[in-house]
């Protein structure tokens, strides 16, 4: 970390960072482990649960436009997590968590079944490379993850600019028993929500197409 990065973190991680029980890795979860959300947030709230929001170009903005909602980002980059903790400070934005896990873990063992209204997932690491594709989160086994957490109705948003990301997405959630898509005519129009990240303008500027995709969790899981 910066030494900025590292004066954020000794600051602010006590408010916004939640201390996780940890298996065998530094971005692992104990198993048995989980969140009383109400207590982390002070509040019973709708949830919203960010994947990898990085230094919170995403996040900090949708989260200070949502008062009455709360935000719960995984994130294991250390770094960045700094970073977002003093926007966080700055911005006075309050109704946000972060805990430092890897998304299966996090999912696995700190939520509650039926206990998440929205999961955003934007720019996800494409891992473009073919040889790498195995590597990409999105896989049938975390979509059913994932479904287990959502409510009835919650949605999932998606955005990525790797159009073979795009496609694996598409057919992964489309093919999933517990998903309806909710534009199955194409992808989603973008969502107004979404500020345009570093990301997306990296893809935009590389000429590369963005895909958003929202799919909502059937009301009976297979």
Same mark, same amino acid.
């Given at each position: 970390?910066?030494?900025?990065?590292?004066?954020?973190?000794?600051?602010?991680?006590?408010?916004?960072?939640?201390?996780?029980?940890?298996?065998?890795?530094?971005?692992?979860?104990?198993?048995?482990?989980?969140?009383?959300?109400?207590?982390?947030?002070?509040?019973?709230?709708?949830?919203?649960?960010?994947?990898?929001?990085?230094?919170?170009?995403?996040?900090?903005?949708? %989260?200070?436009?949502?008062?009455?909602?709360?935000?719960? %980002?995984?994130?294991?980059?250390?770094?960045?997590?700094?970073?977002?903790?003093?926007?966080?400070?700055?911005?006075?934005?309050? =109704?946000?968590?972060?805990?430092?896990?890897?998304?299966?873990?996090?999912?696995?063992?700190?939520?509650?079944?039926?206990?998440?209204?929205?999961?955003?997932?934007?720019?996800?690491?494409?891992?473009?490379?073919?040889?790498?594709?195995?590597?990409?989160?999105?896989?049938?086994?975390?979509?059913?993850?994932?479904?287990?957490?959502?409510?009835?109705?919650?949605?999932?948003?998606?955005?990525?600019?790797?159009?073979?990301?795009?496609?694996?997405?598409?057919?992964?959630?489309?093919?999933?028993?517990?998903?309806? =898509?909710?534009?199955?005519?194409?992808?989603?129009?973008?969502?107004?929500?979404?500020?345009?990240?570093?990301?997306?303008?990296?893809?935009?500027?590389?000429?590369?197409?963005?895909?958003?995709?929202?799919?909502?969790?059937?009301?009976?899981?297979?």
């Amino acid at each position: 970390m910066t030494p900025a990065q590292r004066r954020a973190w000794e600051s602010y991680q006590d408010r916004w960072v939640i201390d996780v029980p940890r298996a065998d890795t530094s971005t692992s979860v104990a198993a048995g482990s989980t969140l009383d959300l109400a207590a982390v947030f002070g509040r019973t709230a709708p949830v919203m649960v960010e994947v990898g929001p990085g230094m919170g170009d995403s996040l900090a903005p949708m %989260a200070a436009a949502r008062p009455s909602c709360d935000v719960l %980002a995984f994130e294991v980059f250390q770094p960045a997590i700094a970073a977002l903790l003093a926007r966080l400070a700055t911005e006075e934005i309050g =109704n946000v968590r972060i805990a430092s896990v890897d998304a299966v873990d996090g999912f696995a063992h700190l939520l509650p079944p039926d206990s998440v209204d929205e999961v955003w997932m934007f720019f996800p690491d494409p891992w473009h490379k073919a040889r790498h594709h195995k590597r990409r989160l999105l896989s049938p086994q975390f979509a059913g993850l994932v479904a287990t957490r959502l409510r009835v109705g919650g949605c999932w948003r998606l955005a990525t600019d790797w159009p073979d990301y795009a496609d694996q997405m598409r057919d992964v959630l489309d093919r999933h028993p517990d998903y309806e =898509n909710a534009h199955p005519d194409g992808p989603a129009p973008r969502f107004a929500d979404r500020p345009v990240t570093r990301f997306e303008q990296r893809g935009i500027e590389a000429g590369r197409t963005i895909t958003d995709l929202v799919y909502r969790r059937r009301e009976s899981l297979s």
